[in-house]
């Protein structure tokens, strides 16, 4: 059975073996946990291009020893042109989910990478950002051979993507890959190297971004080099929730942080006592139920928002949520999901720096669009708004939903856990599965990983509103689980669907555990 690695001088996790070598690279060359995880966000941004891109969002967080982390929110607004009127003009009732009308926000990560990295440089960071990105550099030019994910992928989504400018010449020129087969990406390979040479903001007020505004214009997306020219991340204090057995850190509005909080804070309040069990599968389920419930009632735009999301936090708001769960039967459901395709990927080094970090482009291969100029792929996050009046209509500068909430938790032990996953509408459960299993009922990371997992509603492409059990559980389990009212679906082994989950717990003594998922292509790279 795999089991939790371990080591001292520093380790990344990332769903690509790859990516987590380059981490591990910068910090075997004395680069701090921050510089690790841009030099991993660039790899993984040219060696798994389904499921993210320097063309999507980011979002950070960041923990030095003795203070609490720090986050960065690194996702675009919609762009000035991208109006209700816009699309209605266009004869659109609803923003398409692909092609160029859907490439309708900035793209957010690189500006996540531009605080990270004066963010590094305050922790004694000297590493130039050609370094960062030479591995990057290397796998766009000499090529990388395609996971299994991404052929199936490119394979199930080809009638709605081939029609996207850029998709079909980029990533299926000689039709859909086969496994193994080597992907060369030149034109991405010369814009990260341009951006290691002149720097990061060339993204967005330099040559890269009027070749990139000039593209997505040519065929119809509503943004423009002022979009670009306007865009910067933002440094920010996340969300956290106290528990028994320490204190839990996520991203602010306009993700679901406050809702994967809300889900350990009510389980944390359940009494449950041991784990994989009816209580803990059933007490999860029931808390997610509780917290996306508000979480649909409240979470957007942060400026747009009626509520602090702190107030779905407190002890009072907990208290009475938790006492609305019934531990013997399911709250009916369905429950309107939010899809999503990202990776995560943690990073911890000597000194006890700790970065949990989040990458997407929504959908996966987001928009379908590449500009040929630059190779960027772009995402379709923007086509999560709607067209309508509420709280998430389009509007310019907007910010859209976000499934992304990178983890971090700081222990009563002493010890610090850096944890997520890809996933969509999964995310908040699958985190919560980890953190449970590891931290409350002592589970080995790794384990905590591998063994099976749920996810109640919709995904993506899927109509069925069910709860998914991966069919590893025990048969008595989903007995259980089916006459407390759950109406459950089962689904292979070890499903995608299910995540692509990694962790790092850094242990009072240095000792570093960390973990990968076996459902992804990772790895787990250490010193």
Not at 8 to 16: D, E, K, Q, S
Not at 264 to 270: S, V
Not at 312 to 327: G, P, Q, S, V
Request: aromatic share 6%; hydrophobic share 45%.
């Amino acid at each position: 059975m795999l089991r939790s690695r371990t080591a001292l001088g520093g380790m990344i996790t990332a769903p690509h073996h790859l990516a987590a070598q380059a981490g591990r690279d910068i910090l075997r060359d004395g680069g701090n946990a921050v510089e690790a995880m841009i030099a991993a966000a660039a790899s993984i941004a040219v060696v798994y291009p389904h499921m993210n891109a320097i063309g999507g969002d980011g979002f950070w967080l960041i923990s030095e020893p003795g203070k609490d982390p720090v986050a960065i929110r690194a996702c675009g607004g919609a762009a000035g042109l991208a109006t209700p009127d816009f699309y209605r003009e266009q004869g659109k009732a609803a923003i398409p989910a692909r092609g160029p009308l859907a490439a309708l926000t900035v793209a957010g990560a690189i500006g996540g990478w531009i605080k990270a990295a004066e963010i590094a440089k305050g922790l004694g960071g000297t590493l130039p950002m050609a370094r960062l990105v030479a591995d990057a550099v290397h796998h766009a030019k000499t090529g990388v051979p395609v996971t299994k994910s991404q052929v199936e992928l490119t394979h199930s989504k080809m009638p709605e993507l081939k029609g996207s400018p850029g998709f079909v010449d980029t990533y299926a020129a000689n039709g859909v890959p086969a496994i193994g087969d080597v992907l060369k990406q030149p034109a991405l390979g010369a814009t990260l190297a341009h951006l290691g040479k002149v720097g990061l903001d060339d993204f967005y007020r330099g040559d890269v971004a009027r070749s990139n505004a000039n593209g997505l214009s040519a065929v119809g997306s509503p943004l423009r080099l002022s979009d670009f020219e306007t865009y910067h991340a933002k440094v920010t204090t996340p969300l956290s929730v106290k528990l028994a057995t320490g204190t839990v850190f996520n991203m602010v509005p306009p993700t679901q942080g406050a809702a994967s909080l809300m889900i350990l804070g009510l389980f944390d309040r359940l009494g449950v006592t041991s784990a994989d069990g009816f209580d803990h599968i059933h007490g999860l389920i029931e808390a997610t139920k509780r917290a996306f419930l508000k979480r649909d009632a409240h979470i957007g735009d942060p400026d747009r928002m009626t509520i602090d999301p702190v107030d779905l936090l407190t002890d009072a708001m907990l208290d009475a949520e938790a006492a609305k769960i019934n531990m013997g039967t399911a709250l009916p459901w369905p429950h309107v999901a939010k899809p999503g395709d990202t990776i995560w990927m943690g990073a911890v080094d000597a000194n006890g720096v700790a970065v949990s970090y989040i990458q997407s482009i929504f959908w996966e291969f987001g928009s379908g669009v590449v500009v040929p100029e630059t190779g960027v792929l772009f995402q379709n996050r923007g086509a999560s708004f709607t067209l309508h009046d509420g709280p998430n209509q389009l509007g310019p500068g907007r910010l859209p939903f976000h499934t992304l909430n990178p983890a971090l938790a700081k222990l009563n032990d002493g010890s610090v856990l850096t944890f997520g996953t890809m996933g969509g509408e999964g995310q908040p459960q699958t985190q919560s599965a980890i953190f449970t299993r590891n931290v409350m009922f002592g589970q080995d990371l790794q384990d905590a990983i591998t063994k099976p997992r749920w996810l109640l509603g919709k995904t993506w492409g899927d109509e069925t509103t069910s709860l998914k059990l991966e069919n590893r559980f025990d048969p008595a389990l989903i007995d259980q689980l089916e006459k407390a009212g759950h109406v459950v679906e089962l689904v292979g082994p070890h499903e995608d669907i299910m995540g692509h989950a990694g962790g790092i717990r850094l242990q009072p003594n240095g000792v570093m555990e960390g973990a990968t998922d076996p459902r992804a292509d990772g790895a787990v790279a250490a010193l």
